[in-house]
């Protein structure tokens, strides 16, 4: 059962948000998002066309067994019967009714040129399909909604042909007809005027599926509902094809945040973040950081200015609390940063510096000097963390001593290129003189310092680099370029990113190598000996 009719947030990423490229999803998948979807509390899930896409059908059969939502209903999406035929004996309108949904989404056209040119029949033979349609499913017992496709478009080039489609729907029995701005590119305020005309001509429920070809899918979305649509379409982190579709997480917490809406169940809206990011999981595309509430930058502050009156009061350079979203406040540190960026990461990190000006002083003057030689720190909270400790401290935290390291790679007679590295040093009061092969230069070094320090500090066996990035920094100078290495190291409980650089590539990756171990022993809480 949806949660209340007044008002539908009906979800279609299973159905258009699939159509984005390089999304492909497996009916496990279809299942895991749904009951994501489920416990956000989405009144509607679309979970695709079957009939159409037997992966669809499929997931529609198993789905029936599989799932038992507690918020939302499931709607099967698909086409009106064809030109000259009855909707009784299209086979595709068949799979629609034995999909077991309890709505039935149609796609109409609604654009007199695309009746006539896409569908090659009468601007009347048309309003017969939809009419025939909706009344057969609604005799079947299933409740039906209208997408009435390019419908802004259709309306441009022929309003009354456009509104017919719309009155014909509701007669016909449609709960709702959603108005499709199909190629995404109307603007906010001619979409609102046409959904008032819409809905002062007719009185039919209107909905709003809007595309982001324009930018304006979310924006949109909103106009559509502030111009009288109670039933709004979206995907979760905006897929769809071309540009996307609107995001529904963005349209539902605005609505929820500033028009005071209530469309979720109470307190699910924050967990919006949770469930973008677990469905990002699912689609295997990286979510967006520079998503609207939920991507991990919508509430990061890099520039100083902004932290020294977040300082005072976080309100003063965000537009919402990120908690309501499910979402965090981060500082990044950078050399955009000041005193006030400084203390507050710092805070965040577990330092409190606020009573040591000294200190501050010293970190930001070090972190711009640093961030001016090619260093980032907004990406290596450790290496940043390890900066700190040196200044409250007056020390830098050392396990080991290195007295020096090397580093050759070999191509053999079978072609294959391997590394050796040597790394000698003292650790815990024992000199180590150890190599270490690997696959290139970095996973050699990698293997060697492990050797060397494991017997002092057993927990570096938890250690692993999951991942390397480099970034040439003067492009302009070839090979004798500045070189930035970023290094994440995890131990199973977490992971943490250190920064190098160098005029050597493997030279910096030694820095944010050793640098990424050290971070790691403190944060086991070994005893450097
Ligand atoms: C705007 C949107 O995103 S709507 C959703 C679109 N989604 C998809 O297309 C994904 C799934 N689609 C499919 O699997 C296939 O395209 C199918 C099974 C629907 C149809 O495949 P085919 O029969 O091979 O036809 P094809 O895709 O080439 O053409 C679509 C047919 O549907 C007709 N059609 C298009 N819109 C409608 C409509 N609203 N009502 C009825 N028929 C329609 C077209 O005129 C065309 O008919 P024709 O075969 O007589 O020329
Ligand atoms: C129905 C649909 O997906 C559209 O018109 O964009």
Same mark, same amino acid.
């Given at each position: 059962?949806?949660?209340?009719?007044?008002?539908?947030?009906?979800?279609?990423?299973?159905?258009?948000?699939?159509?984005?490229?390089?999304?492909?999803?497996?009916?496990?998948?279809?299942?895991?998002?749904?009951?994501?979807?489920?416990?956000?509390?989405?009144?509607?899930?679309?979970?695709?066309?079957?009939?159409?896409?037997?992966?669809?059908?499929?997931?529609?059969?198993?789905?029936?067994?599989?799932?038992?939502?507690?918020?939302?209903?499931?709607?099967?999406?698909?086409?009106?019967?064809?030109?000259?035929?009855?909707?009784?004996?299209?086979?595709?309108?068949?799979?629609?009714? !034995?999909?077991?949904?309890?709505?039935?989404?149609?796609?109409?056209?609604?654009?007199?040129?695309?009746? !006539?040119?896409?569908?090659?029949?009468?601007?009347?033979?048309?309003?017969?399909?939809?009419?025939?349609?909706?009344?057969?499913?609604? !005799?079947?017992?299933?409740?039906?909604?209208?997408?009435? $496709?390019?419908?802004?478009?259709?309306?441009?080039?022929?309003?009354?042909?456009?509104?017919?489609?719309?009155?014909?729907?509701?007669?016909?029995?449609?709960?709702?007809?959603?108005?499709?701005?199909?190629?995404?590119?109307?603007?906010?305020?001619? %979409?609102?005027?046409?959904?008032?005309?819409?809905?002062?001509?007719?009185?039919?429920?209107?909905?709003?599926?809007?595309?982001?070809?324009?930018?304006?899918?979310?924006?949109?979305?909103?106009?559509?509902?502030?111009?009288?649509?109670?039933?709004?379409?979206?995907?979760?982190?905006?897929?769809?094809?071309?540009?996307?579709?609107?995001?529904?997480?963005?349209?539902?917490?605005?609505?929820?945040?500033?028009?005071?809406?209530?469309?979720?169940?109470?307190? /699910?809206?924050?967990?919006?973040?949770?469930?973008?990011?677990?469905?990002?999981?699912?689609?295997?595309?990286?979510?967006?950081?520079?998503?609207?509430?939920?991507? %991990?930058?919508?509430?990061?502050?890099?520039?100083? %200015?902004?932290?020294?009156?977040? /300082?005072?009061?976080?309100?003063?350079?965000?537009?919402?609390?990120?908690?309501?979203?499910?979402?965090?406040?981060?500082?990044?540190?950078?050399?955009?940063?000041?005193?006030?960026?400084?203390? %507050?990461?710092?805070?965040?990190?577990?330092?409190?510096?606020?009573?040591?000006?000294?200190?501050?002083?010293?970190?930001? !003057?070090?972190?711009?000097?640093?961030?001016?030689?090619?260093?980032?720190?907004?990406?290596?909270?450790?290496?940043?963390?390890?900066?700190?400790?040196?200044?409250?401290?007056? +020390?830098?935290?050392?396990?080991?001593?290195?007295?020096?390291?090397?580093?050759?790679?070999?191509?053999?007679?079978?072609?294959?290129?391997?590394?050796?590295?040597?790394?000698?040093?003292?650790?815990?009061?024992?000199?180590?003189?150890?190599?270490? $092969?690997?696959?290139?230069?970095?996973?050699?070094?990698?293997?060697?310092?492990?050797?060397?320090?494991?017997?002092?500090?057993?927990?570096?066996?938890?250690? $692993?680099?999951?991942?390397?990035?480099?970034?040439?920094?003067?492009?302009?100078?070839?090979?004798?370029?500045?070189?930035?290495?970023?290094?994440?190291?995890?131990?199973?409980?977490?992971?943490?990113?250190?920064?190098?650089?160098?005029?050597?590539?493997?030279? +910096?990756?030694?820095?944010?190598?050793?640098?990424?171990?050290?971070?790691?022993?403190?944060?086991?809480?070994?005893?450097?000996?």
């Amino acid at each position: 059962m949806s949660i209340s009719d007044d008002f539908h947030v009906y979800d279609t990423t299973l159905r258009d948000g699939a159509q984005q490229e390089g999304l492909a999803l497996s009916v496990a998948d279809k299942l895991a998002i749904a009951q994501h979807l489920d416990d956000l509390g989405v009144g509607f899930i679309e979970g695709g066309w079957p009939g159409a896409v037997p992966k669809d059908t499929e997931f529609f059969e198993r789905a029936r067994t599989e799932l038992h939502l507690r918020n939302a209903t499931f709607a099967a999406f698909g086409a009106t019967c064809k030109p000259g035929a009855v909707a009784a004996d299209d086979p595709q309108v068949a799979a629609l009714r !034995e999909s077991g949904a309890a709505v039935v989404t149609l796609v109409a056209k609604s654009h007199d040129a695309h009746v !006539e040119r896409a569908l090659r029949t009468t601007l009347d033979e048309n309003l017969r399909m939809v009419a025939d349609t909706i009344r057969h499913l609604r !005799e079947h017992g299933q409740r039906v909604f209208l997408d009435t $496709e390019h419908f802004f478009d259709g309306y441009r080039a022929n309003r009354a042909y456009a509104l017919e489609v719309v009155r014909v729907s509701a007669e016909a029995g449609a709960d709702v007809v959603a108005l499709c701005d199909t190629n995404g590119g109307t603007l906010p305020r001619e %979409l609102q005027d046409v959904v008032r005309d819409v809905l002062e001509s007719t009185g039919a429920r209107l909905g709003i599926h809007a595309h982001n070809d324009g930018g304006c899918a979310v924006a949109n979305s909103i106009a559509a509902v502030e111009a009288g649509a109670t039933h709004v379409q979206g995907t979760i982190n905006g897929y769809g094809e071309r540009t996307g579709n609107a995001d529904l997480l963005a349209v539902v917490a605005n609505l929820e945040l500033k028009r005071e809406m209530e469309l979720l169940p109470a307190g /699910k809206l924050a967990d919006a973040f949770r469930i973008a990011h677990a469905i990002a999981e699912v689609t295997n595309v990286p979510p967006s950081n520079r998503a609207p509430y939920v991507g %991990l930058s919508a509430f990061a502050h890099k520039a100083g %200015l902004h932290a020294s009156a977040i /300082k005072v009061d976080p309100d003063l350079y965000q537009h919402t609390d990120p908690a309501r979203v499910g979402n965090d406040m981060r500082m990044l540190v950078s050399e955009m940063a000041g005193r006030a960026s400084i203390e %507050l990461k710092g805070r965040e990190l577990g330092f409190e510096l606020g009573d040591d000006r000294d200190v501050v002083g010293r970190v930001t !003057e070090r972190v711009k000097e640093m961030e001016s030689r090619g260093y980032t720190f907004e990406a290596a909270d450790a290496s940043f963390s390890l900066l700190l400790t040196e200044e409250v401290s007056g +020390a830098r935290t050392s396990y080991f001593d290195v007295e020096s390291w090397r580093v050759i790679t070999e191509s053999r007679a079978d072609g294959e290129a391997v590394s050796e590295a040597t790394v000698k040093l003292v650790a815990a009061g024992e000199r180590e003189v150890v190599t270490g $092969e690997g696959n290139g230069p970095v996973n050699a070094l990698d293997h060697a310092l492990r050797s060397a320090i494991e017997r002092a500090y057993p927990a570096v066996n938890k250690f $692993e680099l999951v991942d390397y990035k480099v970034r040439i920094l003067d492009q302009g100078h070839g090979t004798d370029a500045v070189i930035r290495v970023l290094i994440e190291t995890a131990d199973g409980e977490g992971s943490w990113v250190t920064v190098g650089v160098g005029h050597n590539i493997v030279e +910096a990756s030694w820095e944010a190598l050793v640098d990424g171990f050290t971070f790691g022993l403190l944060r086991h809480q070994e005893v450097a000996r």
